[in-house]
């Protein structure tokens, strides 16, 4: 602690150098966060899945709806306790900057698969008795200012038309990673506007048993094989990893990404630390000239190296929190878009290894120093 | 009882293809409490001398004592903590460290020791005292002259207590004023405080501060009077 005031008095000697060196760290280190926390959200989607719920989609796009008629033929494969369906129904309300998903669904039985998703009884029985209600998350109340028995309307965009709902209730999801900003209502109510065209986006199935979930997939995907809307038929935990793949390799892509900036940064932090260096020959040789050993010169020149990239971590890290926070960022796409603790751990490591990679040359050169030659060359 | 015993070194420098002789078998004492100016022409040894006494240098051959331990036999490691004990350097061109103040750069020397930070303050507050810029502490290198400047840097030297100063041009950058006060000073340290001094310098005046003056001209040191004391 003693030695200190000696780095902090260093970093001062060119302040603007100092704080932009910092301030690369910090954004790379945000990027970096952030960056990852996309594919730890979609992750945590898929980790939180049950494994008792199984989805049937159109094998041949997720956007190809299914025929009703499923329904029923559903209901009666082995190992199936109960059905439900549901639509994507795109509208946009306002001017649709703010974005969430809205979902037509059979009510009572959505609410019945989903017991993660909790309605106080008397706003879910409102809701199942009203054809134009809507239940929506906390997080559009938040978002919003919503309340229960508002008339909210929403264009439509697959679905054209202005569609006027009553809000009947909100749900608060027991699991975070099921999100709280989604807006549903009746399937009922969009059949009716638009009988020819709406039939369900995909169907959800309870079955009693996670292990026979093989044999139930392949049997309804065999039933399904020849007709005109064949099926693809798998967990919901698959589900949700295939709604990640949809966005691409974005593992790979978020990576890469993440990892050229943070290389990019060590350039630039290496060579602040490098031009700090050369400029302070002479000084370093006056400190060994007073006792200073090698050891402790490149300690001196490390810790200088740690206080910036630690720095800029806190700073960077730290605005990745906060920034779905502040401002909503991930909301309809990526629910509960978060930095997880893990992501907070590997870019403490990130910033450690920053330290190392930018520190370490000029702290071997501080260290190995000759004296004499450099006190010739000041003198 | 000579503090400073230089026993047959040689020294030798590689410049380019040619190897550079400075000394062969040099043997000279510098006694304890001793005040000695090294005088002699650019590429005497002078300095190189002052480097060999602190282990900034190491002789080709030969051995190099201070106070009883040789210097030319320790690692760089043992050198470094001995130096923080044993040695006061000053410089001509004072390598006061600019982003510290002359609190701060008096107190360096003393960070390496186990000093707590009031007893670190009472000793800094201390020197800056003996040389005179007890007011200055919180100014920073390029708000003092050059004579304070070098002040401070005579400070950080003795504020570790060290057995022996050594100061290479001390006042070579110094107008005549500034010299004067550093040389009273100098003597000061000496006469009051039993500072063993070693100093290398160009400029008359200051060779007569001291109380001995040798002469070092190829490889031999001469007392003024041109008695050979060491070669």
Redesign the interface.
């Known amino acids: 602690m ?2 200190l ?2 780095v902090l ?2 970093l ?2 060119h302040r603007l150098r100092t704080i932009l060196t910092t301030a690369s760290v910090a954004l790379a280190l945000f990027l970096f966060a952030t960056l990852r926390s996309v594919t730890t959200t979609l992750d945590g989607g898929a980790q939180v899945s049950s494994a008792s719920r199984m989805i049937v989609e159109n094998s041949t796009a997720f956007v190809i709806p299914l025929p009703m008629s499923y329904a029923a033929r559903l209901s009666s494969v082995p190992h199936v306790e109960s059905v439900t369906w549901a639509n994507w129904f795109g509208g946009k309300y306002g001017d649709g900057k703010k974005f969430f998903a809205q979902f037509a669904i059979a009510p009572e039985s959505y609410l019945a698969m989903y017991p993660e998703l909790q309605v106080p009884e008397d706003q879910k029985q409102a809701f199942l008795k009203e054809r134009s209600a809507a239940l929506i998350g906390e997080g559009l109340v938040r978002t919003f200012g919503w309340k229960v028995g508002d008339n909210v309307t929403l264009q439509g965009t697959i679905f054209p038309g202005d569609w006027t709902f009553t809000i009947r209730g909100i749900y608060h999801p027991t699991v975070k990673e099921y999100g709280d900003e989604s807006f549903m209502f009746h399937y009922d109510y969009l059949y009716e506007k638009y009988p020819d065209r709406v039939t369900p986006g995909w169907f959800i199935m309870k079955i009693d048993d996670p292990n026979a979930a093989p044999a139930v997939a392949k049997t309804i995907d065999d039933e399904f094989r020849n007709s005109t809307a064949p099926t693809k038929t798998g967990t919901e935990k698959a589900f949700a990893a295939g709604w990640a793949s949809m966005w691409g390799n974005v593992r790979l892509l978020m990576s890469t990404i993440g990892m050229a900036v943070v290389f990019a940064i060590l350039l630039v932090t290496g060579n602040a630390m490098m031009m700090n260096q050369r400029e302070r020959t ?2 370093v ?12 010169v490149f300690g001196l020149v490390i810790i200088e190296a740690a206080v910036i990239s630690l720095t800029g971590a806190v700073l960077g890290l730290g605005a990745a929190v906060l920034m779905p926070i502040v401002t909503g960022f991930g909301g309809g796409f990526l629910p509960n878009f978060h930095v997880t603790p893990g992501t907070l751990l590997v870019g403490g490591v990130v910033a450690l290894l920053l330290t190392v990679a930018s520190g370490i040359f000029p702290a071997w050169q501080a260290a190995k120093l000759p ?2 030659q450099a ?1 010739r060359r ?2 | 009882m000579a503090l400073v015993e230089i026993r047959d070194v040689s020294k030798s420098f590689k410049r380019e293809a040619q190897t550079v002789d400075v000394y062969t078998d040099l043997n000279i004492d510098f006694e304890e409490g001793s005040y000695t100016a090294l005088m002699g022409p650019s590429g005497s040894g002078k300095s190189t001398l002052l480097n060999l006494v602190a282990g900034l240098d190491r002789p080709t051959s030969g051995t190099v004592r201070v106070a009883g331990a040789e210097v030319s036999a320790m690692t760089p490691s043992q050198l470094a903590d001995w130096r923080a004990r044993t040695i006061g350097f000053v410089f001509q061109s004072y390598n006061l460290l600019p982003v510290l103040t002359a609190h701060q750069n008096v107190e360096l020397p003393l960070l390496l020791t186990r000093l707590s930070k009031k007893e670190r303050a009472e000793r800094t507050a201390l020197a800056l005292d003996v040389v005179g810029l007890g007011d200055r502490v919180d100014h920073f290198p390029r708000q003092l002259s050059g004579g304070q400047e070098q002040r401070v840097a005579i400070a950080r030297a003795i504020v570790a207590d060290p057995t022996l100063i050594l100061l290479d041009e001390p006042t070579g950058q110094l107008d005549s004023k500034s010299s004067e006060e550093v040389l009273i000073l100098l003597r000061r340290l000496n006469d009051e405080f039993r500072k063993t001094i070693m100093m290398v310098t160009h400029d008359a005046r200051a060779a007569d501060n001291a109380k001995t003056v040798l002469h070092l001209e190829k490889g031999v040191l001469l007392e003024r009077a041109g008695v050979e004391v060491g070669r």
């Not at chain 1, 040789?285 to 402790?296: C, E, H, I, L």
């Open positions: 003693k030695f005031p000696l008095a260093n001062r000697r002479s000084e040789a006056v400190m060994k000239t007073v006792g200073f050993s090698d050891r402790r004296v004499v006190l000041v003198e």
